[in-house]
């Protein structure tokens, strides 16, 4: 089961043309098996003590602030410079692409599904995010017949986001690409695994490594938590 992660802004209109909130750093996190090889970074080391099972072991911490920049660099050069997928649209070229997607023709139906707690059906998954007064805000589709892509309407069917994820999708690792409706890039993440990502602004710029429900600066500072991990 996939499950998509929302980090939430709440506040007057921020540039992002919402009426209510403003939205940043939306993107997709999988539940699937741990990886049944070794896999191993400066940073964290899965250790497989089974075919099914995976300790992390985390270090962001404890390493120096030399390694710690040198890590930044690695997976920047791996999202921006050595990635294979596409990074960069122009606003016609996305919007051509992804036409079909900028109104959700049934959100009636998907409204009632996600607000009503339904996550798939033959056809999709499906997601929810709700205001603090369990009012239904967004509501996220990964389509199974394409499920590198997500997308993130508003009650009415307004897509607000697309997440693309990369060719090797559901495996890790993987990168995942979000744009606004515009086309615009807004992040990029680096999957490692399901417990830990890197994340990077549409200038490259470093915005910290998610482990588990925690997020950490450059310097091991914590800034953010998240809910839903």
């Not at 750093?25 to 995976?54: G, M, V």
């Not at 830990?196 to 490259?204: A, E, I, S, T």
């Not at 710029?205 to 991990?229: A, C, E, I």
Request: hydrophobic share 35%.
């Amino acid at each position: 089961m996939k499950r998509f992660i929302l980090t939430l802004i709440f506040g007057i209109v921020l540039g992002l043309n919402h009426n209510a909130f403003a939205v940043e750093e939306i993107y997709s996190l999988d539940e699937i098996e741990p990886p049944k090889t070794i896999q191993t970074n400066n940073d964290a080391e899965l250790k497989t003590s089974s075919p099914f099972e995976a300790v992390i072991v985390f270090d962001w911490l404890d390493i120096t602030q030399s390694q710690r920049e040198d890590l930044i660099k690695e997976y920047q050069q791996k999202l921006f410079e050595t990635n294979s997928s596409k990074i960069y649209f122009e606003k016609d070229e996305f919007k051509k692409e992804f036409a079909k997607f900028y109104k959700d023709k049934q959100f009636k139906l998907h409204y009632m599904l996600t607000n009503e707690g339904v996550t798939e059906d033959e056809d999709a998954r499906y997601c929810a995010f709700y205001h603090k007064n369990n009012t239904l805000m967004i509501y996220a589709i990964q389509y199974k017949n394409n499920p590198r892509q997500a997308f993130y309407y508003s009650p009415f069917g307004k897509m607000y986001y697309t997440d693309l994820m990369s060719d090797e999708y559901p495996n890790f690792p993987y990168t995942s690409m979000q744009y606004n409706r515009k086309g615009k890039l807004s992040s990029a993440i680096y999957f490692v695994s399901k417990d830990l990502q890197y994340m990077f602004g549409p200038d490259k710029q470093f915005q910290g490594v998610w482990y588990k429900d925690k997020m950490y600066d450059k310097n091991g500072k914590q800034t953010l938590t998240r809910t839903h991990w």
